[in-house]
């Protein structure tokens, strides 16, 4: 059974009986007892949280919040969605977007530039719109002075790179990364298998 600390992480949004999304009130009455608690796992398991949540006797759910708690994941996910960009990290060349961007990326942006994790190979088609986002973020953080809207932006798109990931390597990373974060549509994911598997083994080891 699920720890009340592991479903209180999850949002709202993804705690659903039927079609409806659960009270919020509801929810926290749940968490706090045993029954609840159990209903909350099953109504989980046999939604978008199918492998965190399915029964099994090696490993249970909050295995993987201890060992990706949010502030890890969080970071985890950064450096993904900035590898992601990568193509158009390293086709700016402007001294201010320079500096920009390496005061909001800190080490991710040597990550970006890094052509021994990555080549930055992707098609036309992805570049293109990859190229537009990044181009709105980095412009949105000039105008505001505020480096929000690219860490959005790399988050966002870290996200469906590490699930798209996950759910060959770890089904259960990524489910738990999914219930982080309320429910919506997602970025295509882009990266190969090898670059993310590099990028995530730094990650654990590290905490390791």
Same mark, same amino acid.
């Given at each position: 059974m699920a720890s009340?600390?592991?479903?209180?992480?999850?949002?709202?949004?993804?705690l659903?009986?039927?079609?409806?999304?659960l009270?919020? $009130?509801?929810?926290?009455?749940? @968490?706090?007892?045993?029954l609840?608690?159990?209903m909350?796992?099953?109504?989980? =398991?046999?939604?978008? *949280?199918?492998?965190?949540?399915?029964?099994?006797?090696? @490993?249970?759910?909050?295995?993987?919040?201890t060992?990706?708690?949010?502030?890890?994941?969080?970071?985890?996910v950064?450096?993904?969605?900035?590898?992601?960009?990568?193509?158009a990290?390293?086709?700016?060349?402007?001294?201010?977007?320079?500096?920009?961007?390496?005061?909001?990326l800190?080490?991710?942006?040597?990550? *970006?530039?890094?052509r021994?994790?990555?080549?930055g190979?992707?098609?036309?088609?992805?570049? =293109?719109?990859?190229?537009?986002?990044?181009?709105?973020?980095?412009?949105?953080?000039?105008? *505001?002075?505020?480096?929000?809207?690219?860490?959005?932006?790399?988050?966002?798109?870290?996200?469906?790179?590490?699930?798209a990931?996950?759910?060959? @390597?770890?089904?259960?990373?990524?489910?738990?990364?999914?219930?982080?974060?309320?429910?919506?549509?997602?970025?295509?994911?882009?990266?190969? $298998?090898?670059?993310?598997? @590099?990028?995530?083994?730094?990650h654990d080891?590290?905490?390791?």
């Amino acid at each position: 059974m699920a720890s009340s600390a592991l479903l209180a992480d999850i949002e709202p949004g993804w705690l659903t009986d039927g079609d409806a999304v659960l009270d919020v $009130e509801l929810a926290a009455h749940a @968490r706090d007892s045993a029954l609840g608690r159990r209903m909350l796992a099953a109504w989980l =398991a046999q939604g978008q *949280a199918a492998a965190l949540f399915a029964p099994d006797p090696g @490993r249970h759910p909050d295995t993987t919040r201890t060992r990706w708690p949010r502030q890890r994941l969080a970071a985890l996910v950064r450096d993904i969605g900035v590898l992601a960009h990568a193509p158009a990290i390293r086709a700016e060349t402007g001294r201010d977007p320079v500096r920009r961007l390496k005061a909001a990326l800190g080490n991710g942006y040597l990550l *970006a530039l890094d052509r021994t994790v990555w080549d930055g190979h992707i098609e036309g088609a992805q570049q =293109a719109v990859l190229a537009v986002g990044f181009a709105r973020a980095l412009a949105e953080s000039t105008a *505001a002075d505020d480096p929000q809207p690219m860490h959005a932006l790399f988050d966002a798109q870290g996200r469906a790179e590490l699930v798209a990931w996950a759910r060959r @390597r770890d089904p259960a990373l990524a489910d738990w990364c999914l219930l982080l974060h309320p429910p919506g549509p997602a970025p295509t994911a882009h990266l190969p $298998e090898k670059p993310v598997l @590099r990028v995530y083994t730094h990650h654990d080891t590290r905490a390791a």
